[in-house]
């Protein structure tokens, strides 16, 4: 956990902008928050903690933005399949995150909250490169098993994990904002893969990564990915 950050936050010294900090020298304000929408980013205080725009004052030279999974419920819905019991998952409001409609529904709504998002850091931060870094693969591939999740709430993941990923680099271009394509490259490290850069379906601890999040070697996957990104020409 990083020092003096809310405990709610989740924050790691170990996630992938401070191990980018680290390699490119550069001094870091880390507001990543577990949970966070992009209208937590843009005008909504989370849990007491200010909008995510508010740490930029104009002088970065590189940002980086991870958002949009929990808008469009991505990660909620797999912790649900994987950790509730089937009567819970037919409840509201869990139940909505596995009703087709409301998952396009909010997919039809967040390129535009990515957009925004991407203008707002742009203004705030002008002199700034702005990377929106989409999700690592949290799946195997179509026509493999994702452990004991459903194959229904499987295919549906997939939908949402595949339009985010779309959403997401439009608005990067659309805004004047890059990509750094971490869902591409990490296909074959999906939580059941050999070698994985995401952690599965397990119970929550607080001493180790949440299930459907990165893990120490996924962290550092994203890193490099995001110092190879800086380390092209604009």
């Known amino acids: 956990m990083v020092p003096g950050a809310p405990r709610a936050a989740g924050r790691s ?5 401070h191990l980018v900090a680290h390699a490119l020298s550069l001094d870091l304000a880390d507001v990543t928050f ?3 929408t992009t209208a ?3 005008t909504e205080r989370q849990r007491g903690a200010p ?3 508010d740490a930029l004052d104009g002088s970065e030279t590189l940002v980086t933005i991870t958002i949009g999974g929990n808008d469009v419920g991505y990660v909620p819905l797999l912790m649900a399949a994987a950790l509730l019991p089937r009567a819970a998952r037919l409840l509201t409001p869990v139940g909505t995150l596995f009703d087709q409609r409301e998952r396009q529904r909010a997919l039809d709504g967040v390129e535009s909250s990515l957009q925004a998002v991407g203008a707002a ?5 002008p002199r700034a490169r702005v990377l929106f870094v989409d999700y690592l693969t949290l799946l195997p591939p179509a026509g493999s098993r994702a452990g004991r999740l459903p194959e229904h709430v499987v295919e549906l993941a997939r939908h949402v994990a595949a339009e985010l990923e779309r959403h997401t680099a439009d608005a990067a271009a659309a805004t004047g904002c890059e990509i750094v394509r971490a869902g591409q490259a990490s296909r074959e490290h999906h939580p059941w893969s050999a070698q994985p850069w995401t952690v599965g379906a397990r119970l929550p601890l607080p001493w180790r990564p949440w299930p459907f999040h ?8 994203v890193a490099e990915l995001v110092v190879a990104r ?3 020409a604009r």
């Open 214 to 221: 990165p893990n120490a070697a996924g962290m550092a996957a």
């Open 13 to 17: 010294v170990r996630n992938y902008p």
């Open 40 to 42: 937590h980013l843009l």
């Open 51 to 53: 909008p995510q725009l």
């Open 121 to 125: 850091v742009r203004s705030r931060a």
């Open 34 to 36: 577990s949970g966070a």
């Open 230 to 232: 800086w380390a092209e």
